[in-house]
């Protein structure tokens, strides 16, 4: 017998058992804004032909691009976008934190190098090596995912970064091996496999189907289209049966080993299949660099990777390029002070326009700036500075705000230290007074900006990258284009 | 013969007897409710059979053959389903994709042929596309329409039930092990759940393994019944003589209990 709350069963074509109105009804209730439609509109085209769009765009770019240095850094969005991919299967998909990720790379370049080089007059056409040493880091994968079969979380993630670190370790001091078969037998004539810190050098060039690539523009085109397969291949597995099956390993292993995922094997798999990709693009990397060092496979490197699979979104592919791009062009941009200038008040500018709101916080905040500055003048003119203004355009304009002192070292020092104490400081005060403290906390960052950091472009960067980076996470965990997850409910 | 056979099985968690000798089986085509108070054994027995554990000793058959010590997805692989009673969805993947994932056991497609889409992985993916909307419209329209596309967190609590049921199903079981399902279901839904089950027999032809606590549950489903309290058996049989046995009401409302 059946519930009298529940409608009359349908027609008989429909097998079910129950109507849920509030299913029936979800088309009325949605609303549309104009953004929604927008959005609506670019997810329901499909992923390949975006995918193909994003690529040919970044194919033509090759033609208009102004010099080889932007070439350069475009290539360099390209090749951490591949990587971001490969990161995103391992990590985003199936949820095993792999930290020796960029010794697959460094294994690719490495293989590559001693293939095809003046190292050992191994001259390899490119043809052969690269699918070789792909298959080779897939290899290497499978037997470094060996200890996921035990091991999972925080536990994997020390096992492989103690690989990374091992795999550094041995390039940087692989120019002297020496085997010894019998433990009393004298060691055997030193051998030099990996050239130690020297690296390896004169790598051949790339020669694909009778072209030989020589120009930073040629391995821009071959890296582009190697992301774009490699993108749409993996986004064609995301929703077939093993990417489905690797997805469910990140949500819930157990369930997905009882229910018929074969979880430790597949494993294993996207650890290969992680490392493969890592390969590829070690390959192209050693081939543009035309050496490598071991160096180039360290930490630093390794987190450059994860920032960009998490900024773009951990477990969305295609946003690996948005990841990657502010990875690789941000701190491009902010190399000289006046993009530097300008990205830092841009920012300003744009985080008040959107987010302070209402207005009145706005007026309370720009009020409390000029006092501020009044007050900063006025006390510096106490001490017979000068504070007449350096500079024209957009430095010269704030150069009028905010006085650039003869002894700005000192001076901006302590701005500095005072910025950073009132943005500590900021953190702990109450929604209300945020915007009056803001408005001085940013004008002694200006301070501090105009006397001390605009002058030191190098240590400024790190600081910028940073700051942005704690900003994007902070407003969009998820990332830029990753979609909200829920751990437990 | 029967299709699930459990002889002589003792587990214990250090010095802890969760299960101490026990006999059961289950016919094929039979509905079987275990029941027995919090702590007695119950979902230990599944985790069990599913092969999440070892047993110390005895042994535990199903079709004829021993699955101890198997991998839990080769024990699926030869047909036996569950459900978990604290759920366990792949909340983040969508409705549609939480059924497509366990269908993995039953295809073959492998890594190549899904990421270049070859002609024989499109075909099998199109019948496990078919397949999971087939399993899903087994509830009615809840599960059905743009529901296939939402992450499965963004289900209710009954709904989440009924996605496990579907997941379990998607794997093409013979034996179906169900933990709680009326667990936190109110009397309407209980009371679909109930005939629901019914249905998966009917229509399926399957065997049913149930853990429940909702009595009337029990009674509308089962065929038998087996009570457990401490991982021993102390009653089997049908609803109302198990319901009535005196060392069933012991175990449930304490000594004393069945005679006053």
Do not use: C
Not at chain 1, 465 to 489: C, H, Y
Not at chain 2, 48 to 59: A, E, M, Q
Not at chain 2, 71 to 94: C, E, K, S, V, Y
Not at chain 2, 120 to 129: I, K, L, T, Y
């Amino acid at each position: 017998m059946t519930d009298d709350t529940r409608p009359p069963e349908p027609a008989s074509t429909d097998r079910s058992i129950g109507k849920d109105q509030w299913v029936e009804a979800a088309a009325d209730r949605r609303v549309e804004t104009r953004v929604d439609s927008v959005r609506r509109r670019i997810s329901s085209t499909p992923v390949q032909w975006r995918i193909l769009v994003v690529g040919a765009v970044a194919l033509l770019f090759a033609l208009v691009s102004p010099s080889d240095y932007i070439t350069r850094i475009a290539f360099t969005v390209a090749l951490y976008t591949l990587l971001a991919t490969g990161l995103n299967v391992v990590v985003g998909w199936s949820g095993l934190l792999d930290l020796g990720y960029a010794a697959f790379f460094g294994f690719g370049a490495y293989a590559y190098a001693l293939l095809s080089s003046d190292k050992f007059h191994l001259h390899w056409p490119t043809l052969v090596s690269v699918p070789v040493v792909v298959a080779g880091t897939a290899i290497l994968g499978l037997v470094l995912g060996l200890p996921s079969r035990r091991l999972s979380g925080d536990y994997l993630a020390i096992v492989t970064l103690f690989f990374g670190q091992i795999f550094v370790s041995i390039a940087n001091n692989g120019d002297r091996l020496q085997i010894s078969l019998n433990g009393n037998d004298v060691p055997s004539k030193p051998f030099n496999l990996t050239g130690g810190p020297n690296g390896v050098t004169g790598i051949d060039p790339m020669s694909l189907f009778g072209y030989r690539v020589h120009t930073i523009t040629g391995y821009y085109l071959v890296t582009v289209v190697t992301a774009a397969v490699v993108i749409l291949l993996f986004y064609r597995l995301r929703n077939a049966r093993s990417g489905l099956a690797l997805r469910s390993m990140r949500e819930d292993p157990l369930a997905a080993e009882i229910l018929s995922v074969p979880v430790r094997r597949l494993r294993l798999v996207a650890f290969a299949l992680g490392a493969a990709v890592a390969g590829l693009a070690g390959t192209i990397f050693a081939a543009v660099q035309q050496s490598v060092f071991g160096s180039n496979f360290d930490v630093p490197f390794l987190v450059l990777l994860y920032a960009s699979a998490i900024l773009g979104g951990l477990g969305n592919l295609g946003a690996g390029f948005v990841g990657a791009f502010i990875v690789a062009v941000l701190p491009e941009m902010l190399r000289t002070p006046s993009t530097g200038r300008l990205l830092v008040y841009g920012a300003l500018v744009a985080f008040l326009a959107l987010r302070m709101r209402p207005l009145g916080r706005l007026g309370q905040f720009v009020a409390s700036l000029i006092v501020t500055g009044a007050l900063v003048r006025a006390i510096l003119a106490g001490f017979g500075t000068d504070l007449r203004p350096r500079g024209s355009g957009l430095s010269g304009f704030t150069g009028a705000l905010v006085p650039h002192l003869e002894r700005s070292v000192t001076f901006g020092n302590v701005a500095f230290l005072a910025l950073i104490a009132g943005g500590l400081a900021l953190t702990l005060l109450s929604h209300e007074w945020r915007p009056f403290a803001g408005g001085v906390v940013t004008y002694v960052g200006m301070l501090a900006w105009e006397n001390r950091l605009a002058d030191q472009g190098s240590i400024t960067r790190q600081l910028l990258i940073g700051a942005s980076l704690v900003a994007i996470m902070a407003s969009r965990p998820q990332g830029i284009f990753g979609t909200k997850r829920v751990e437990v409910l | 013969m029967a299709l699930l056979e459990i002889s002589e099985v003792s587990l214990s968690f250090g010095g802890l007897q969760v299960l101490n000798s026990l006999d059961m089986s289950v016919a094929e085509g039979e509905i079987l409710s275990v029941i027995g108070p919090n702590g007695a054994g119950k979902t230990t027995l599944f985790n069990l059979i599913t092969g999440v554990y070892k047993p110390d000793s005895g042994d535990v058959r199903f079709d004829g053959h021993s699955i101890i010590g198997l991998d839990p997805h080769r024990i699926n692989n030869m047909g036996i389903a569950r459900t978990f009673q604290n759920l366990r969805l792949f909340l983040n993947m969508t409705v549609k994709e939480n059924v497509l994932v366990t269908m993995y056991g039953r295809n073959r497609a492998g890594i190549a042929a899904g990421a270049l889409g070859l002609p024989r992985a499109r075909r099998e993916e199109r019948a496990m596309h078919q397949r999971a909307e087939e399993l899903l419209s087994f509830f009615g329209t809840r599960l059905q329409g743009y529901r296939f596309d939402q992450p499965a967190y963004s289900l209710s609590y009954a709904n989440r039930r009924r996605l496990e049921i579907a997941r379990a199903l998607a794997t093409s079981p013979r034996l179906l092990l169900v933990d709680e399902p009326a667990a936190g279901m109110n009397p309407t839904e209980t009371h679909e759940i109930t005939e629901l089950i019914g249905r998966l027999r009917t229509e399926l032809g399957l065997t049913i393994l149930i853990i429940e606590h909702d009595m009337h549950v029990v009674e509308g489903v089962s065929d038998r019944v087996v009570a457990l309290d401490y991982g021993v058996k102390i009653a089997e049989g049908s609803f109302s003589s198990v319901a009535t046995d005196p060392a069933v009401i012991e175990a449930y409302l304490g000594k004393g209990a069945a005679t006053k």
